[in-house]
């Protein structure tokens, strides 16, 4: 059985991301306005069309049938009329009169080349949150503190006694002394707490989305920002933590607000570097709504150089990543970050 997305994509390097990646269906920037009266999908400039013709096309969403459609691979088929078409399509006052055809507005897919499958393999769904220790299946779990944590039990608590049993090893090999009253439960605590630390490593996008998938006629920019982030340093084994912001252009698809913020949350709760958790976030958004483009921002502070090493409190890293219209279109990006920037 194939490994599940979100396992997939934790375990890709930035490079295995941006190589799974397929833009090559987006409007470049050269072809691309942001005006307002524009569609920010639109790519009848491509077609030969005048500007004008493109404003009027953009209210309408129509396009006369001369134009070719592009498929997820970046190739164009072009319509059997011909570039001639479109004198025939027009009369003399430059009135459509050929029979439109709905226009499709180019989305951010995912390269299916057995990196990450367009469709998973059916795996067992995950219990429905939230669950205590009278959910049936979860009479004899002790790990409830958090009601948002999707496990499949027995897994987590089974890590319980060896986790602990590691804690108390440390704890000798510092030189303490596990049997003395303060420390006498410290081990389970620290088993518990690592594991509520890495949580994310038993949630999945699908479950975590519950199909907050809505179909809306909306193109214009939508920003979560200042998304609260906590994380572990994968090299040290300390937290860092931050906020991250992300914008999203649909597709005549949203993502409920919250699922953002749960998206976070995935691939922040396990060990991790800040690069590549921006773009875990961004490839995840544009698996869930197959967006013109996604934008994420996140700034953190690292505890691994403010409290050992270089000891720089006051330093912050932040990491960008960019997809689609957001790469492509500077006054797209600059919007973004604008919004992003601004109290």
């Given at each position: ?135 049936p299946g979860h009479e004899h779990c002790t790990f409830h503190h958090d009601l948002e944590l999707d496990h ?192």
């Amino acid at each position: 059985m194939s490994m599940n997305f979100t396992r997939q994509l934790s375990e890709m390097s930035a490079s295995e991301l941006n190589d799974a990646i397929d833009d090559t269906n987006f409007p470049q920037a050269h072809i691309l306005s942001r005006g307002r009266n524009n569609s920010v999908c639109s790519t009848s400039s491509a077609s030969g069309i005048t500007p004008l013709m493109d404003r009027t096309l953009s209210q309408t969403d129509e396009v006369p049938n001369v134009v070719g459609t592009t498929t997820a691979s970046g190739n164009v088929n072009s319509a059997s009329a011909g570039v001639g078409a479109v004198g025939n399509a027009l009369s003399n006052d430059g009135v459509i009169t050929s029979p439109p055809v709905a226009f499709t507005r180019p989305k951010l897919m995912l390269k299916t080349n057995g990196i990450i499958p367009e469709h998973e393999a059916e795996t067992p769904m995950t219990p429905k949150t939230p669950r205590t220790s009278t959910t049936p299946g979860h009479e004899h779990c002790t790990f409830h503190h958090d009601l948002e944590l999707d496990h499949k039990p027995p897994t987590r608590e089974a890590l319980l006694p060896e986790l602990s049993r590691s804690y108390r090893l440390l704890l000798s090999g510092l030189g303490e002394n596990p049997e003395r009253q303060g420390l006498l439960k410290t081990p389970e605590r620290a088993a518990k707490a690592m594991l509520f630390f890495t949580k994310g490593y038993d949630q999945n996008l699908e479950d975590v989305l519950n199909g907050a998938v809505f179909d809306e006629d909306h193109d214009e920019m939508v920003v979560v920002k200042d998304i609260e982030m906590f994380s572990m340093c994968e090299h040290h084994m300390v937290p860092f933590y931050g906020k991250v912001s992300i914008g999203y252009l649909p597709c005549n698809k949203i993502l409920g607000l919250s699922k953002l913020a749960r998206i976070v949350e995935i691939f922040s709760r396990r060990l991790q570097v800040q690069e590549r958790l921006t773009k875990q976030i961004a490839v995840a958004v544009t698996h869930a709504v197959q967006p013109a483009g996604v934008a994420v921002v996140i700034e953190g502070v690292h505890m691994c150089m403010v409290m050992r090493g270089v000891q720089k409190i006051n330093s912050k890293t932040v990491t960008s990543t960019m997809l689609g219209v957001f790469r492509d279109d500077p006054k797209t990006r600059e919007e973004f970050l604008n919004l992003v920037t601004s109290k």
